[in-house]
């Protein structure tokens, strides 16, 4: 950073560069287009920088000004004549890294002051430090600050020359490197593209329109500037004038033609004020171009004048959109901040507090997980759904076995042939019955011990996303809680699984309530008689019929598969949901105890640290801009 007071100040960035500072004297030009600010668009302009310096500009676009055109083409003459500043001049790549020009107009009386700033550093060599020596290229900005009484309140952006051919010194690709960072800066809505283009060449060969009018196809924010008019050629006048008439390529916004100071006036010290001067008389007595003066299409100040009202235009149409971006970047970085959590206090008692809090509030949301109920963290989790899938899967399963009858009719004559004894045919041997509603009964075990796996990992993770969402930013806290599932998962399961083998285990007693079977055998015999086309099926030993044995075997299968449908996800449940969340409740609490594990258990993450500065930074300004647009909106309507 570096200030310099009033008077002629020079600034070296080497030994062809120099920022030339001008004196109030020189700078008096200008006062006819602050007149035309402060009448109408100061309260636009002071809206626009207050944003700036808030550091608005880290978050979103705010209007500007870029200026863009071949090299060569005269742009650096065309700002440092709205500005009053000397910038850059010389021959090949001068410009190579983006110059944003800050100027403020500050009241009567005030010292001229004028601040450059480049990625944070002091030194006088800008250009060189960034884009190296020879005419490499940088994407990063130079700063050029200025506050006096003699300025305009705008911000132009001067951008690289587009160059055809690499000469030596550059990089090949050195013609795309300039388009694509001249695309960065010109494609923002919130950018005017003044195409500076010399009067001498074909407008419609020139890359700098042709870009803008990619970005802008409608022109809304594009004006086109002739420069060099005095070095065009004898008979084209005439196509200069329809260019700047806006009949050859038009743009909404139109064009203005002016002339700059040329390299001999500089060699000569001509001042900027005495250029204006000599171009003002140049377009009054030129033969073609006078009608263009008579117009107010020609010469810097009246090219200063059309850009002021643009400007301000431009401004006023991207407020609205500027709001609801500010409120959208709001909403976005709160939620963020949300999930990077509070970060730890510095007192170490305030610490033991904190660490208090943030296990206590992880275990409450555990039980809660495990209940159903609303969490406090911000993870969005229901394992109860999955759960629901899960067991639906497990009902859909067992009703799927017991109309499966096929097995049964296989089995059927070989069983009851095994264990027939002195009943007479037509009577069912029950040891028949018995034997093959076991066998229908066991071939559910192992699906249902699968099940029990299953939901151990759907339970197992979620308890592992809630400690995520809870102790963000504290990996230890973290890889703590998480081994504490990972180990009470197992344990839960051994014991789970015990419970579900047991429960099969009871099941191959067969029994049931003889009012409940005798419902259930009733209930199946209606439904079995109303099917059409059941015959029944006899066998050679004159056998009871299949018919009637199916019967009994469904009607008990149904009892006992609505048993197995619900004692089943509850045992599951039981234990690896609420037993799990309890016992995780219990370990955790018992880490408070002991003091020594505060410093190790809040060890935060260094990149989760420095996001959080990062957001609450942005959230603060953003808040503060919020601010000030609605005072700029509540000052417009009164």
Known sequence: RKRVKRGIGRTKFDD?????????????????????????????????DSLRSLGVEKDLALPAIAVIGDQSSGKSSVLEALSGVALPRGSGIVTRCPLELKMKRTTEGETWQGTITYTAKKQPEAQNDMAGHGAGISEDLISLSIASPDVPDLTLIDLPGIARVAVKGQPQDIGEKIKKMIQKF??????????????????????????????????????????????VDKGTEA?????????????????????????????????????MEREKTFFEEHAYFSILHDEGQATIPKLAEKLTLELVN???????????????????????????GAGPPQDPSDKVYFFIDKVTAFTQDAISLAAGDELQCEANLNIFSKLRDEFGKWKNLLDSNGSNC?????CFHCEHQKYRGRELPGFINYKTFET???????????????????????????????????????????KAAKAKIELIRKEKEVTAEAMLRTQFKMELVVYTQDSTYSRSLKRKREDEGSVPGFKTVNYQDNEATLKEMMLHLKSYYLIASQRLADQ???????????????QLQREMLQMIQKKENVELMLDEDFRVNTERKTLQSRLNRLRKARVLLTEFEYGQLS
């Open 436 to 478: 093959m509603m076991k066998e229908q009964i066991k071939q559910l075990e192992e699906p249902a011990v699968t099940k029990l796996k299953d939901v151990a990992d759907l339970v197992k993770n979620g308890f592992i996303q809630l400690a995520q969402c809870s102790f963000v930013g504290f990996p230890n806290l973290f």
């Open 239 to 275: 196509t200069v004038v329809k260019t700047v008439h806006n009949e050859l390529i038009p743009l909404k916004k139109g064009y203005m033609i002016v002339k700059c100071r040329g390299q001999q006036e500089i060699l000569d010290r001509v001042s900027l004020s005495e250029a």
């Open 16 to 48: 062809s560069v120099t920022f030339v500072f001008l004196t109030r004297g020189q700078a008096s030009m200008y006062n006819t287009l602050n007149q035309q600010y402060e009448e109408k668009v100061r309260p636009c302009i002071d809206l626009i």
């Open 406 to 410: 096929k097995c049964i009719t296989v």
């Open 186 to 231: 010109i494609k923002k809505q919130e950018t005017i593209s003044l195409v500076v283009v010399p009067s001498n060449v074909d407008i419609a060969t020139t890359e700098a329109l042709k870009m803008a009018q990619e970005v802008d196809p409608d022109g809304e924010r594009t004006l086109g500037i002739l420069t060099k008019p005095d070095l």
């Open 314 to 340: 431009h401004i006023q149409r991207s407020l609205p959109q500027l709001e609801e971006q500010i409120e959208k970047k709001l909403n976005n970085t709160q939620s963020r901040l949300t999930k990077c």
């Open 568 to 582: 089943i996800p509850l045992v599951i449940k039981y234990l690896m949901l609420q037993e799990s969340a309890a």
